[in-house]
């Protein structure tokens, strides 16, 4: 178990639709990051926050944004969905910046129909 | 342009053989991070290890180690006396200094026989 918690585990939604995942860090990192790994692209970095601010930003699209709460909780909404946005999406934390070994949660399964 | 490439799609080996993953990658970037990523059949995600551009030195943990050669830009993987248990898909990736430029690889997926 590596401290890291996302909720929902699976997630079947249809197209045009709008959902938001949640990762809540280990105890005590800042950063969190989110990836998406799916069958077509592979894995992709998506964005990173670090003590609730934007710190860089990959392959995220327009329709996807993210925000990291005070408590340090993230959530990643997805909207207006396609049937490509089916992926796995991870989240990630690490203590400090990207200078640090990450810890991966169990992944969010999303599936749009 | 930036690119990382695992050209091994998958490899079998036989319990307790010695494995070398093979990572390339390309950047112009004179700063960057390099990583190995581990994903067993269950489905998560593992950090293994992260190598920044100008620390060239061998990395050593247990059974794994690692090879960053900046001459030929690769950064591989081995494994040695693999266990079943090594069974997984690793990813190596790549990212600028600033994280808004990172690239996976498309992953190699060893197979570990008892």
């Known amino acids: 178990d590596s401290g890291v918690t996302q909720t929902p585990k699976h997630l079947i939604t249809a197209t045009g639709q709008r959902v938001t995942l949640r990762c809540s860090p280990r105890s005590g990192d800042l950063s969190v990051y989110w990836y998406q790994q799916s069958l077509d692209q592979g894995l992709q970095f998506l964005i990173q926050y670090y003590n609730g601010e934007e710190r860089a930003k990959g392959n995220i699209l327009e329709r996807f944004s993210a925000q990291q709460f005070p408590d340090l909780h993230s959530e990643l909404n997805l909207s207006s969905l396609e049937l490509g946005d089916s992926a796995l999406y991870f989240c990630a934390s690490s203590v400090w910046d990207r200078e640090d070994e990450q810890y991966f949660g169990p992944g969010t399964r999303l599936t749009v129909t | 342009a930036q690119k990382v490439t695992q050209a091994q799609t998958e490899i079998s080996v036989v319990e307790k053989e010695d494995v070398t993953l093979d990572c390339v990658y390309e950047t112009r970037d004179t700063t960057y991070y390099l990583f190995w990523y581990k994903q067993p059949p269950s489905g998560e995600l593992v950090f293994l290890i992260r190598r920044n551009s100008f620390d060239e030195q061998n990395e050593i943990s247990g059974r794994y180690s690692w090879n960053f050669q900046k001459s030929t830009s690769s950064f591989n993987f081995t494994i040695t006396a693999s266990q079943v248990v090594d069974s997984a898909v690793y990813f190596c990736?790549?990212?600028?200094?600033?994280?808004?430029?990172?690239?996976f690889g498309s992953g190699t997926k060893l197979n570990v026989k008892p």
């Open positions: 990736a790549l990212s600028g200094y600033n994280f808004n430029k990172f690239y």
